[in-house]
């Protein structure tokens, strides 16, 4: 078999220089610096994002307690624990989170004709008219004007925040229910010269509705005067 090596050497030559042009001339130098720097910048990018999301996740992992509050700790809505005063860590916003509760704070419900809560107002009868909740019959079928405070502390966080939907509201409902039945069991005179006495038998049937509720409150004896 007879080669002709003049041909294979000129498609040699024609198919290297092909590869030659096609692979084109090689980078300079200021074009391998722009590389460079368009590469740098796009890391400085890639840090900065980095650096905020490490900033996001450490401040939502790193919380404070108050010397007067009680933390509870939810991890995707469901109670896990509850912690003391002080410096303390979770898991990330998106997977627990912290509710601070005042164990110390004294709250107050002030029942009156000057009130301007619509729930301190009682409906009687079938009809649609408003009456004060501080008129009160007494047990000698006298009517007697009783103003009175609630104040109450959170006592159980946990049963405070998931057993009754709407604490405030529970007391001021039961809250009147106390007294009118406290009232209702004296006349007008012992309502009138017995105030302690009613402010604390109301307290008591206040504390022993709040307690088969578990709504985690204790409550304090307020006022109560005609």
């Known amino acids: 078999m007879n080669w002709d090596w003049e041909k294979l050497q000129q498609q040699h030559k024609r198919r290297t220089g ?38 996001l996740i450490g401040s939502t992992t790193v ?3 108050g010397s007067n509050e009680l933390g509870v ?14 410096l303390h860590f979770k898991l990330p916003a998106l997977i627990e989170k912290v509710t601070k509760v005042k164990t110390d704070f004294v709250y107050t419900e002030k029942f009156g004709s000057n009130s301007e809560r619509a729930g301190n107002s009682a409906r009687f009868s079938a009809g649609t008219e408003r009456i004060d909740a501080t008129l009160m019959l007494t047990g000698d079928l006298n009517v ?12 159980d966080p946990y049963d405070y925040l998931f057993k009754v939907k709407d ?22 005179n012992e309502v009138i ?6 402010a604390v038998a109301a307290k008591q049937r206040l504390q022993n509705d709040m307690n088969e509720a578990k709504s985690g409150v204790e409550i304090e004896i307020g006022r109560a005067h005609v």
């Open 144 to 155: 007697g004007v009783v103003p009175w405070i609630v104040m109450y502390r959170i006592e």
């Open 18 to 55: 092909s590869d030659k042009a096609s692979a084109g001339p090689p980078p300079g130098v200021e074009e391998v610096l722009n590389k460079l720097k368009q590469a740098r910048f796009n890391g400085g990018w890639l840090l900065l994002v980095v650096l905020l999301v490490v900033i």
């Open 73 to 86: 700790i939810q991890r995707f809505g469901r109670y896990t624990r509850t912690v003391t005063p002080g």
């Open 167 to 188: 604490v405030p509201q529970l007391i001021r409902d039961m809250s009147e229910s106390s007294m009118r039945l406290v009232v209702g069991d004296r006349s007008i």
């Open 193 to 198: 010269s017995k105030r302690q006495e009613i």
């Open 63 to 65: 919380f404070m307690v």
